[in-house]
């Protein structure tokens, strides 16, 4: 038998790569909702077991962010945005991030089941599987309906921490499940003008691909005009304040004159004078649902 | 020699891999431990008496 020493050529994986596996700026904005859904939920609540639960979801957002870069290596290697991630520059192996992604997800539903018992544990299975499955693995390529049907498993967190504070769901729950629902088509189409090109490359079938620019722009002030009232609900129903129904309502306010600005722009058509109304319109998207479920936060923990 | 030679980076890397997952493993015990006495200390305090 011959010498079977083999040197290995790829780099070395550092701690930081796996954490770049986990998607932490999507972790961040999970853990935002998720803890507001948490604090708005009524109750007192147990701070160690509020602190499990926040965690249980932000390692399942993680997991299914590392299952999604298992799934989607390839094409994530064709996209200028997605390149320089820890599979398509070769630092990881597709392997590991499959069995990270796995791992995480038993663990963080496992932990949810023990911090707050079976529906919340099972709603957070129900999300990564969601968005692992449903939407990576049978929509994203499929569909340009992709992000509409998807955005579910983003919405969902509040709703999660929800009910593991008060062991059940609530109209108050569905507000800001439906709330974070409404906001994420406007919210990619927005990002996916700007990259229309990378998308096409790739052979996702985004709006803009698969039915144009146009086409997109017009989905995209249908969406935020229907968003804008839904943003505004949780005043009616007794879940915010006055300080909630102001910022909701000058927000969802700014947020269709800046859809109806990518209305009438060109954007997504090649021109990148056109395309800056886009770009708003995705910046101002995070700053309005940032601002919202802040509101919710302050308000709740003023006692408000 | 036989097997998969490690550069000395790679053997590095490994090692803080491997730190890293001890270190994950003992946090993991740590919030069992304390979910545990938080659910206790909330069933006790529903308990009745």
Redesign the interface.
């Known amino acids: 038998m011959t010498?079977?020493?083999?040197?290995?050529q790829t780099p070395?994986?550092?701690?930081s790569d796996?954490v770049a596996l986990l998607k932490p700026r999507v972790m961040s904005l999970v853990v935002f909702t998720g803890l507001v859904g948490y604090v708005a939920a009524p109750g007192h609540g147990?701070p160690?077991?509020g602190f499990?639960a926040i965690?249980s979801i932000a390692i399942a957002a993680g997991a299914s962010g590392a299952l999604n870069m298992w799934f989607d290596s390839d094409i994530d290697a064709v996209m200028a945005r997605t390149r320089g991630r820890p599979i398509p520059s070769g630092r990881v192996a597709r392997e590991e991030a499959l069995m990270l992604g796995l791992t995480l997800s038993a663990?963080s539903v496992v932990?949810m089941q023990?911090?707050a018992g079976l529906l919340a544990a099972g709603l957070l299975a129900f999300t990564i599987f969601f968005y692992a499955v449903v939407y990576t693995m049978l929509l994203k390529r499929a569909t340009p309906q992709n992000i509409v049907i998807g955005g579910l498993a983003g919405a969902l967190p509040p709703a999660i921490a929800w009910a593991a504070k008060t062991g059940a769901l609530s109209v108050d729950a569905g507000l800001l499940v439906a709330l974070i629902f409404m906001w994420t088509p406007p919210h990619f189409w927005a990002l996916s003008l700007l990259q229309k090109d990378d998308y096409a490359a790739a052979r996702v079938p985004m709006l803009p691909v698969t039915h144009g620019a146009k086409v997109t722009r017009r989905h995209i002030f249908v969406y935020a005009l229907l968003m804008a009232p839904v943003g505004v609900a949780p005043y009616f129903s007794g879940l915010g304040g006055v300080p909630y129904l102001a910022v909701s309502a000058i927000g969802g306010l700014a947020f269709v004159a800046l859809a109806a600005r990518v209305l009438l722009s060109k954007a997504g058509e090649g021109d990148a004078r056109e395309n800056r109304s886009a770009r708003a319109l995705f910046v101002f998207s995070i700053f309005y649902l940032f601002a919202l479920f802040a509101t919710l936060l302050v308000e709740r923990s003023l006692g408000l | 020699m036989s097997g998969i030679v490690l550069t000395p980076e790679q053997e590095r890397a490994r090692k803080r891999r491997n730190v890293w997952i001890a270190l994950s493993i003992v946090a993991f015990v740590a919030l069992v431990f304390l979910i545990t006495v938080a659910r206790l200390h909330g069933a006790a305090l529903e308990a009745p008496r």
């Open positions: 010498d079977l020493a083999v040197e290995h070395a994986a550092s701690a796996y147990d160690i077991l499990a965690l663990l932990t023990l911090t």
